[in-house]
């Protein structure tokens, strides 16, 4: 495993950090190894993990495996924010799934999650 193989301290930061790296250099299959990973792992999987692997997911245009996610998220009782619909309404959005997108602005205005500029932008790309 990539986070075994590692010689550095392995922790949240450093993991999820390491996601969006992958994700940011077009390499958004090997952050998800890494994500996966920490899931079997003792790392604690929070917020930010959990967006950068949306992330990655929405760069790889997996926009059905963004919404798994956030069944995944409400499970385990991770709070979903706004970068968590951003990115996923942004994703459905580039897909041409207008229907989801907007479902799930519908849903963010529903749980009470602030929307803002990013939100609508992510809807009106």
Same mark, same amino acid.
């Given at each position: 495993?990539?986070? =075994?193989?590692?010689?550095v /301290?392995?922790?949240?930061?450093?993991?999820?950090?390491?996601?969006?790296?992958?994700?940011?250099?077009? %390499?958004?299959?090997?952050?998800?190894?890494?994500?996966? %990973? !920490?899931l079997? =792992?003792?790392? +604690?999987? *929070?917020?930010?993990?959990? *967006?950068?692997?949306?992330?990655?997911?929405?760069? /790889?245009?997996? #926009? +059905?495996?963004i919404?798994?996610?956030?069944?995944?998220? +409400?499970q /385990?009782?991770?709070?979903?924010?706004?970068?968590?619909? *951003?990115?996923?309404?942004?994703?459905?959005? $580039?897909?041409?799934n #207008?229907?989801?997108?907007? $479902?799930?602005?519908?849903? !963010?205005?529903? /749980?009470?999650? +602030?929307?803002?500029?990013?939100?609508?932008?992510?809807?009106?790309?």
């Amino acid at each position: 495993s990539l986070m =075994s193989q590692s010689r550095v /301290g392995v922790d949240t930061i450093t993991v999820s950090t390491a996601i969006a790296t992958c994700e940011t250099r077009g %390499e958004w299959v090997e952050g998800l190894q890494l994500f996966s %990973e !920490m899931l079997q =792992s003792e790392v +604690e999987c *929070n917020i930010v993990a959990f *967006n950068a692997a949306i992330s990655a997911y929405e760069t /790889g245009g997996k #926009w +059905e495996k963004i919404l798994d996610f956030f069944s995944v998220m +409400e499970q /385990g009782k991770v709070q979903l924010d706004k970068v968590t619909f *951003n990115t996923g309404i942004s994703a459905c959005r $580039q897909d041409g799934n #207008w229907a989801q997108a907007l $479902q799930l602005l519908s849903r !963010m205005a529903l /749980g009470k999650v +602030e929307s803002s500029a990013a939100t609508f932008n992510a809807v009106d790309r």
